[in-house]
């Protein structure tokens, strides 16, 4: 069975800090992680991925996520947060050998940047 | 934008209405998805098409039909609807389905769904 958690329900930053959101993982082979984000009214957005290689993953909007294979850990990050990046967060994982429909999504995590 | 678009972006309907939503991906992918994001719950997939055909249900009440005429549109035919299925329903696509790469889903704005 595979899960995927984020246990921040929501992250308060403010403008110019680093942020840092928290997802942990369970799949029983390798996994392929995602994060992606949604804007109000609006459908989930791609964000990043990992497959295999460097732990450190760079995206869209200057994010990029650390693959921790130990702490089985994809933490999302920027070193310098935007108002414009609140939003709402999701985590996702999906195991190598399944097929592209089983990928498990988290419950979000609501971000909010104050000026 | 992510070269999913859905219509309409906003619908109210009775229970006893029958109504259609409709996805199209401008992206060339072959496998199609429906979702449906309810307030407070994990995002729950309806239903997978691949290359038009349907190869996932997963245990979607009758009331809600899919259709894949093509490749490149997903509709979602609902009828006598109950209030609990009032949600933001999703429409993604994705390059392909099998399991052997990281097909990452690309997503619609979704429909926003009133049943009264």
């Known amino acids: 069975a595979q899960s995927v958690a984020q246990p921040e329900d929501q992250v308060n930053v403010a403008e110019g800090n680093p942020l840092t959101v928290k997802c942990t993982y369970s799949v029983s082979g390798n996994p392929y992680l995602f994060w992606y984000v949604q804007y109000p009214n609006r459908g989930l957005q791609f964000l990043l991925k990992y497959i295999t290689g460097d732990n450190l993953v760079k995206g869209s909007y200057g994010f990029e996520a650390e693959f921790n294979k130990s702490q089985t850990s994809f933490h999302l990050k920027k070193p310098s947060a935007l108002v414009s990046d609140s939003a709402l967060y999701f985590c996702?994982?999906?195991?190598?050998?399944?097929?592209?429909?089983?990928?498990?999504f988290g419950s979000g995590t609501r971000l909010s940047i104050r000026p | 934008e992510t070269g999913v678009t859905q219509t309409p972006r906003h619908l109210v309907m009775g229970m006893t209405n029958k109504k259609s939503l409709k996805c199209e991906q401008h992206?060339?992918?072959?496998?199609m998805y429906w979702y449906k994001q309810s307030a407070k719950k994990p995002l729950e997939l309806m239903f997978v098409?691949?290359?038009?055909?349907?190869?996932e249900n997963n245990s979607v009440p009758s009331r809600f039909s899919p259709e894949c005429p093509n490749s490149s549109h997903l509709f979602l035919h609902l009828h006598t609807l109950q209030p609990e299925d009032s949600a933001l329903y999703l429409c993604?696509?994705?390059?392909?389905?099998?399991?052997?790469?990281?097909?990452?889903?690309?997503f619609g704005p979704g429909t926003r769904l009133t049943v009264t």
């Open positions: 993604a696509s994705s390059q392909d389905f099998g399991g052997r790469f990281s097909y990452e889903q690309y």
């Open positions: 996702a994982v999906r195991d190598r050998r399944s097929s592209a429909s089983k990928i498990i």
């Open positions: 992206l060339g992918h072959n496998a």
């Open positions: 098409y691949s290359l038009e055909e349907r190869v």
